[in-house]
């Protein structure tokens, strides 16, 4: 059983920057690949961003691609989602995922989530 706590969400300006972070407990965070999804307000949940166990491959939705990023830190079990230029359309409650490996988070293969962190961006 993994349990993900986010944090770092927000308010913040158009153009402005966030970094969310996903605290995972328990010992076999290293094992798991890891992701971020979004929901916006009336919308279905959506892929955001994932990363394999190692750290070294990633993924990205396209509409993120060049404003988002992803890492992780298996010593502190953490995963983080570094967000720039943010735009109103990001606006979302942002919730981390674990899985198997990346490619399969990245299509909602998903076997962990966390409770979600709300992120607004003002125009």
């Known amino acids: 059983q993994v349990q993900l706590v986010e944090s770092g969400g927000g308010l913040v300006q158009a153009g402005g920057s966030l970094r969310l972070s996903c605290a995972a407990s328990g010992r076999t965070f290293s094992t798991y690949a890891m992701g971020w999804f979004r929901q916006a307000p009336g919308k279905e949940r959506e892929f955001v961003a994932s990363i394999s166990r190692s750290g070294g491959t990633t993924y990205f939705a396209d509409s993120v691609k060049g404003r988002f990023t992803i890492s992780r830190e298996n010593a502190k079990n953490t995963v983080y989602l570094q967000m720039n230029s943010l735009k109103p359309e990001d606006t979302a409650v942002y919730y981390c995922?674990?899985?198997?490996?990346?490619?399969?988070?990245?299509?909602?293969?998903?076997?962990?989530w966390g409770k979600g962190t709300p992120v607004t961006v003002s125009s």
């Open positions: 995922a674990a899985g198997s490996t990346a490619q399969k988070v990245a299509t909602y293969g998903v076997d962990y």
